[in-house]
């Protein structure tokens, strides 16, 4: 997995690429912790190929931190099966999630 | 990664030492019982016990019929928890069965009638008497015997039945060496010590009426709803009817083998026959525990279809057990006469007649096992009939006529009779192997020994992965790359691949010390994927787990089952086997 940030202004966008699963989704709650700054943050999922149920907690994680922050969150460029897995557990109507324009 | 044999073997360990033990338990009190009777009281008497033992069989089977019959019929009832039912059928075969003991000991005063025509009138005749009257008298007492020894077990105290078992067969010995040594009642002290040790040890059952446990409760089967009693009793009947085939069948072969061998052949081969079929026996306790084991973990591993660990199941089975049976048989080679000497059997003449034909009935052995096998393996694995063939073949239907044979051969040629008719033995083996194989090669023609399909049907991912976050991670990705070689949607791929590592990750973290091992199994059927997990674990039913989890909390395997369509679990074998579904598209 690789994961690259980058801020403009107060809108923090983190691109994942590659599989967000319990090896590897500690380090995107790092990456998340490190933009202490950020009034809004992105996260990217165009290049993500996958998402395991500890991918998902980071990501809630990092919601509820942006919340509590008063700030936004969202999930952008979501493909189709990453795309499935927040469906069917609901968290696209909990969160706000853009699917991949096709 | 690979698919290996660590968890299956593991299983066959643990399950192996109490299959030998019971086994050992049943046959121990038989053989001992028959080296008693030869040493104390003689050759002559040993094989008169031999030949009454045929009434006693015949006289056992109500008892044993219905009571393994009805403690299936009631396992299940109770599973079903229809406790009345289950109670009807208890009292009704137990009734029946106690009514049946009662006709058999009213029938002890034909036992004259009944010695003369088993003996042909020959020396036998009185100690044979002696020995079913005292039998016959009993039954009342073993019917019971043989109901209770079922039925405890079921009805959740498993312990106290095999304790009644062993504490009956102590007592009997331990009777059988006072009575015969030291009283004069010969062959009917020893069946006096049987009856006697399953009627004091009944004892030991007190802790069973005692038990919270217990849900068997006896309920007159005559009154009101007597009816209802009777269709309780066929349906014990009709549960009972393969032990029912496999008693005739064993009663049939010893009525006509004995009848055969004493008029023909005379005491010395009755005595020598005798000690043959106890080295039989001893084979059973010995070998037959492990064989056993394919009864108890096969069956399980078959239904889900395994074929990986029903071939290495079997592998190991079949290792360990001729492994055993190549000991026995050497010491019976090199040794027969101290064996046939351990039946009482010392004198010159005798001694070697019986020493000779012990070499050569040996013979018969590796195929009695591999007979042996395939009736316990045949029948583990939904293939009914063929292990009824193997097992009508080896206990009856194939001996009974090549001894006739034999014998009669030899006696027109000139050659000795008893060494014939151990060679019948030989061939008996071999023709039920033969038949077996013709059988198989007729129904099934392309396939093997073990009818397991060579090739999968179904595209079958099978891997064993140790219990390791590092080790399990590779295992979404091979289940993607597998998916996509088998065309599989992959949207629904990569769904599946999540609810693996979540349930992979779970065993890992939850699964506790003892989790070292998961059985990996992914099968692409028609419409299907169907995923199974087996893991030694502590143990945990996935689907019966539920959290309170808020809104924003996420719980691994409540993922999976928002993923997949269909999730089930059992613990079977002491093992967590939990299977997920999904529809394919």
């Known amino acids: 997995m690789t994961i690259t940030t980058k801020t403009e202004g107060t809108t923090a966008t983190i691109y994942v690429e590659g599989w967000l699963d319990t090896q590897s989704s500690p380090d995107l709650g790092k990456e998340v912790e490190g933009i202490s700054e950020a009034r809004a943050l992105v996260l990217d999922f165009e290049k993500l190929e996958y998402i395991s149920s500890s991918g998902l907690r980071e990501v809630v994680a990092a919601y509820k931190k942006m919340k509590a922050r008063g700030g936004t969150f969202s999930v952008v460029n979501v493909g189709s099966e990453v795309m499935d897995v927040f469906r069917l557990t609901g968290f696209d109507k909990k969160l706000e999630i853009c699917p991949a324009e096709r | 990664m690979e698919r290996n044999e660590k968890l299956i073997r593991m299983k066959l360990w643990q399950y192996l030492l109490p299959s030998i033990m019971m086994t050992a338990a049943l046959q121990m009190g038989n053989i001992v019982d028959t080296m008693l009777v030869g040493n104390i009281l003689g050759a002559d008497a040993m094989s008169a016990v031999k ?14 019929v219905l009571g393994v019959g009805g403690s299936v019929a009631v396992g299940i009832l109770l599973g079903k928890r229809e406790r009345d039912k289950a109670n009807r059928v208890f009292s009704m075969t137990l009734t029946v069965s106690v009514l049946c003991g009662i006709v058999f000991a009213l029938l002890s005063v034909t036992s004259p009638v009944l010695a003369e025509a088993l003996t042909g009138g020959g020396s036998l005749t009185a100690d044979v008497r002696a020995f079913i009257f005292v039998t016959l008298l009993g039954a009342p007492v073993i019917s019971l015997a043989l109901q209770f020894m079922n039925y405890v077990a079921v009805d959740n105290n498993p312990s106290v039945a ?7 067969n102590v007592i009997n010995l331990a009777l059988d060496y006072l009575i015969l040594k030291y009283t004069a009642l010969g062959t009917a002290g020893a069946a006096l010590s049987t009856v006697l040790g399953y009627g004091i040890a009944m004892l030991v059952l007190i802790r069973y009426l005692r038990s919270p446990k217990r849900m068997l409760k006896y309920v007159f ?10 269709a309780e009793f066929m349906l014990a009947l009709s549960t009972g009817m393969p032990t029912l085939l496999y008693m005739v069948f064993l009663t049939t072969k010893d009525l006509g083998l004995n009848t055969m061998i004493v008029r023909m052949i005379g005491n010395d081969g009755m005595a020598v026959y005798t000690v043959c079929a106890n080295v039989v026996l001893l084979v059973e306790l010995l070998v037959g525990g492990i064989i056993g084991t394919i009864a108890s973990i096969g069956g399980v591993i078959y ?7 029903i071939r290495s199941l079997v592998k190991h089975v079949l290792i360990y057990s001729y492994a055993v049976l190549l000991v026995i048989l050497i010491i019976l080679w090199v040794f027969p006469q101290y064996v046939v000497a351990l039946f009482g059997i ?7 007649m019986a020493s000779a034909a012990l070499r050569i009935f040996v013979c018969s052995l590796p195929f009695y096992l591999l007979n042996k096998f395939m009736t316990t393996y045949y029948q583990s694995t939904e293939q009914t009939k063929l292990s009824g063939i ?4 080896q206990t009856c239907v194939a001996i009974l006529p090549l001894a006739v044979v034999f014998t009669l051969a030899a006696k027109a040629a000139g050659l000795d009779l008893l060494n014939a008719l151990m060679a019948a033995f030989v061939a008996s083996e071999i023709v039920t192997i033969v038949i077996a194989f013709i059988y198989r090669k007729l129904k099934y023609k392309d396939q093997g020994f073990l009818l397991l399909p060579e090739k999968e049907e179904e595209a079958v991912y099978d891997i064993s992965a140790a219990a390791d976050l590092e080790e399990v991670e590779k295992v979404p990705r091979e289940i993607i790359g597998f998916c996509k070689a088998h065309q599989v949607d992959a949207g629904r791929a990569n769904l599946l691949a999540v609810a ?8 890992i973290r939850y699964g506790g010390k003892k989790a070292d091992t998961i059985d990996i199994n992914l099968r692409i059927a028609d419409d299907t994927l169907l995923f199974r997990l087996r893991d030694n674990g502590i143990p945990f039913d996935p689907t019966d787990y539920s959290v309170d989890s808020g809104e924003y909390e996420i719980h691994g395997i409540e993922v999976v089952r928002s993923i997949t369509d269909r999730m089930q679990y059992m613990r079977v074998l002491d093992l967590n086997h939990t299977v997920i579904e999904m529809k394919k598209s």
């Open chain 2, 221 to 230: 089967p005559f009154g009101r709803g007597g009816l209802a009693s009777g």
């Open chain 2, 390 to 393: 193997v097992t009508s073949l």
């Open chain 2, 51 to 64: 030949v009454g033992m045929t009434i006693d069989n015949i006289m056992e089977i109500p008892g044993y």
């Open chain 2, 346 to 352: 010392t004198e010159g003449v005798l001694s070697s």
């Open chain 2, 162 to 168: 095999s304790a009644y078992v062993i504490v009956s």
């Open chain 2, 303 to 309: 239904g889900e279809k395994d074929y990986f660990g």
């Open chain 2, 500 to 507: 693996a590592e979540e349930m992979l990750v779970n065993i």
